[in-house]
């Protein structure tokens, strides 16, 4: 009987732990906002910690009463004591730890949505994409979509708009969220910490394929930076664009360099540097590209592009070749 119960008992801790294991393997990893990488994601990590503890200790201490209350006090107190206990533990408890966990966060505040950067991003959330724009100061603005770079160590001032219904940006490594609104514009104020590859999302339900709405953000070193800033404002070369200028798709989508102009769609001109297509819901791969022009409203229900499933394979094989070129 008693070795069946051992056995009961290590059982549940076994599950007790898996379960754990599972709920803290979502803690880390690019789009984690416990696993901090930028100024303001490490006050909220620390915010968050904070106010766990507070709430673990008042849940404690609740608990604590009840168990007391049902197991060892078991006659009623006398007036004066329930009184006392109503004031201390009901009143003046609460209120210091609540006041305290308030200023605690309050503090944090000029720190979370301090003004300013030395780099300006624009972004504008589409339905369901990125359009990106970098403002380095004093010279020509470059427009990209769908993946943010970010010099690390720099204090970058995101403009927020949205051109259809509310989105939020969100990088959670860097920092917390903002909304994009419609004919508004919101700042948000990020500093990157340590280079790597990060992920961010759109936070706000905006239609069918919200959840499909993501982007890769790629955090360097400054100088790194700097180059490919000057790779990306640079135009694509001429050649090869024949098919993608003959089926239409400059109709929605500008590549530099070439007469694709369209600003529908996000600008490709170096649609083959970028980590992954879509908003960052597939890898960047010839197969992929292949099946974002063919079965987009599969990749992506809701999408603002037509599947051109029609095309000759021959011919989309070339697009997405040319696609793949543009570096
Ligand atoms: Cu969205």
């Known amino acids: 009987m008693a070795r069946k119960r051992y056995q009961h008992t290590v059982q549940v801790i076994r599950l007790v732990a898996l379960v754990q294991a599972v709920l803290l393997a979502g803690c880390s990893g690019p789009q984690s906002a416990l696993d901090a990488a930028g100024e303001e994601a490490?006050?909220?990590?620390?915010?968050?910690?904070?106010?766990?503890?507070?709430?673990?200790?008042?849940?404690?201490?609740?608990?604590?009463?009840?168990?007391?209350?049902?197991?060892?006090?078991?006659?009623?107190?006398?007036?004066?004591?329930?009184l006392r206990l109503i004031l201390w533990g009901g009143a003046v408890f609460p209120t210091v730890v609540l006041a305290g966990l308030l200023i605690h966060g309050l503090r944090l505040m000029p720190v979370l949505r301090a003004p300013g950067g030395d780099l300006r991003i624009d972004v504008v959330g589409e339905q369901f994409w990125w359009r990106?724009?970098?403002?380095?100061?004093?010279?020509?603005?470059?427009?990209?979509?769908?993946?943010?770079?970010?010099?690390?160590?720099?204090?970058?001032?995101?403009?927020?708009?949205?051109?259809?219904?509310?989105?939020?940006?969100?990088?959670?490594?860097?920092?917390?969220?903002?909304?994009?609104?419609?004919?508004?514009?919101?700042?948000?104020?990020?500093?990157?910490?340590?280079?790597?590859?990060?992920?961010?999302?759109?936070?706000?339900?905006?239609?069918?394929?919200?959840?499909?709405?993501?982007?890769?953000?790629?955090?360097m070193e400054p100088q790194a930076f700097a180059a490919w800033l000057e790779r990306e404002a640079a135009d694509a070369p001429a050649g090869g664009s024949e098919a993608f200028i003959g089926n239409g798709c400059g109709g929605c989508h500008t590549v530099r360099g070439i007469e694709a102009k369209g600003v529908i769609g996000p600008d490709l001109t170096h649609v083959g540097g970028r980590r992954s297509l879509?908003?960052?819901?597939?890898?960047?791969?010839?197969?992929?590209?292949?099946?974002?022009?063919?079965?987009?409203?599969?990749?992506?229900?809701?999408?603002?592009?037509?599947?051109?499933?029609?095309?000759?394979?021959?011919?989309?094989?070339?697009?997405?070749d040319y696609l793949g070129s543009l570096r």
């Open 42 to 82: 490490v006050h909220l990590a620390e915010l968050f910690w904070v106010m766990l503890a507070g709430a673990a200790v008042i849940w404690a201490l609740v608990v604590g009463v009840a168990v007391f209350a049902g197991r060892f006090q078991k006659a009623p107190l006398g007036e004066r004591a329930g």
């Open 278 to 320: 879509g908003a960052g819901i597939l890898p960047n791969t010839r197969e992929n590209l292949i099946r974002f022009i063919t079965e987009t409203e599969a990749a992506k229900p809701g999408v603002r592009m037509p599947s051109f499933h029609a095309l000759p394979p021959a011919e989309v094989a070339v697009i997405a």
């Open 132 to 219: 990106l724009t970098y403002r380095p100061e004093g010279r020509p603005p470059v427009v990209s979509a769908n993946e943010v770079r970010l010099p690390a160590g720099t204090r970058v001032e995101f403009r927020l708009d949205a051109a259809d219904v509310i989105h939020s940006f969100w990088i959670p490594s860097l920092g917390g969220k903002m909304d994009m609104i419609p004919g508004r514009t919101n700042r948000l104020v990020l500093l990157a910490e340590k280079p790597g590859v990060y992920r961010g999302a759109c936070a706000e339900f905006c239609g069918t394929s919200h959840a499909l709405m993501a982007f890769d953000v790629v955090v």
